[in-house]
């Protein structure tokens, strides 16, 4: 089969994903960006077909998320590997459980780049994830639902879909969501990418 008809839709979000990050102003997210389109570019793997742990919220936030977007994450769910939130075993069941990842481009992403990780994140409704810190520089981009964000001594932020959401490295920062309302979000780490730096400070 022709790689049109193979891996299309996974080249059509990782481009629909770069398209998000080359509006970010830092460098951290133009190298995203350029990163992604690259990966669409080259080689790309077989779906895969691995179930998502919470298929029915991405289902639920789907449906409040931009319809080409939406269509563009459905069409790729055969390639997305989407893992429980654990951060190698940083994050306990209460509340990884309810959250979970997916690194598209990484080190241990589907798709593999040494220095840093972009991918999807999906946080349940009524979930207080709690302040957290690490070295990696993050942004992280509502695709949909909204949810209440809290960085250092600043106040708790309602955002919605569309919002750019910055974390420099080792900053103290959560999120919490609506009860019944789940976010979908796009993440970037850059920097120091390392699960090492990351703990629950909160």
Same mark, same amino acid.
């Not at 919605?160 to 969501?177: D, Q, R």
């Given at each position: 089969?022709? &790689?049109?008809?193979?891996?299309?839709?996974?080249? #059509?979000?990782l481009t629909?994903? /770069?398209?998000?990050?080359?509006? %970010?102003? &830092?460098?951290?997210?133009?190298?995203?960006?350029?990163? =992604?389109r690259?990966?669409?570019?080259?080689p790309?793997?077989?779906p895969?077909? $691995?179930?998502?742990?919470?298929?029915?919220?991405?289902?639920q $936030?789907?449906t409040?998320?931009?319809?080409?977007l939406?269509?563009?994450?459905r069409?790729?769910?055969?390639?997305i590997?989407? %893992?429980?939130s654990?951060?190698?075993?940083?994050i306990?069941? %209460? @509340?990884a459980? #309810?959250?979970?990842?997916?690194e598209?481009l990484?080190?241990?992403?589907?798709?593999?780049?040494?220095? =840093?990780?972009?991918?999807?994140?999906?946080?349940?409704?009524?979930?207080? @994830?709690?302040t &957290?810190?690490?070295?990696a %520089?993050?942004t992280f981009?509502? =695709?949909?639902?909204?949810?209440l964000?809290? /960085?250092?001594?600043?106040p708790?932020?309602? #955002?919605g879909a569309? $919002?750019?959401i910055?974390?420099?490295?080792?900053?103290? #920062?959560?999120s919490?969501t609506?009860?019944g309302?789940?976010?979908?979000?796009?993440?970037?780490?850059?920097?120091?990418?390392?699960?090492?730096?990351?703990?629950?400070?909160?």
């Amino acid at each position: 089969m022709r &790689r049109s008809e193979t891996t299309a839709p996974l080249a #059509h979000l990782l481009t629909a994903l /770069a398209a998000l990050y080359v509006a %970010e102003p &830092r460098d951290g997210g133009l190298a995203a960006a350029a990163a =992604l389109r690259e990966a669409a570019d080259g080689p790309l793997p077989a779906p895969c077909n $691995v179930p998502a742990p919470l298929a029915a919220g991405l289902a639920q $936030v789907l449906t409040g998320a931009d319809a080409s977007l939406a269509a563009a994450i459905r069409a790729a769910l055969p390639w997305i590997v989407w %893992e429980l939130s654990r951060h190698d075993g940083r994050i306990c069941d %209460e @509340y990884a459980l #309810h959250m979970m990842t997916a690194e598209i481009l990484g080190p241990d992403g589907i798709l593999h780049h040494d220095n =840093l990780r972009v991918g999807l994140f999906l946080q349940s409704g009524g979930l207080a @994830y709690p302040t &957290r810190a690490h070295a990696a %520089e993050e942004t992280f981009i509502m =695709l949909a639902g909204q949810g209440l964000w809290q /960085a250092g001594d600043g106040p708790a932020l309602l #955002h919605g879909a569309g $919002v750019l959401i910055h974390h420099p490295g080792m900053v103290p #920062h959560s999120s919490t969501t609506l009860p019944g309302q789940p976010l979908l979000a796009a993440w970037r780490w850059s920097g120091d990418i390392g699960f090492d730096s990351y703990l629950l400070t909160g």
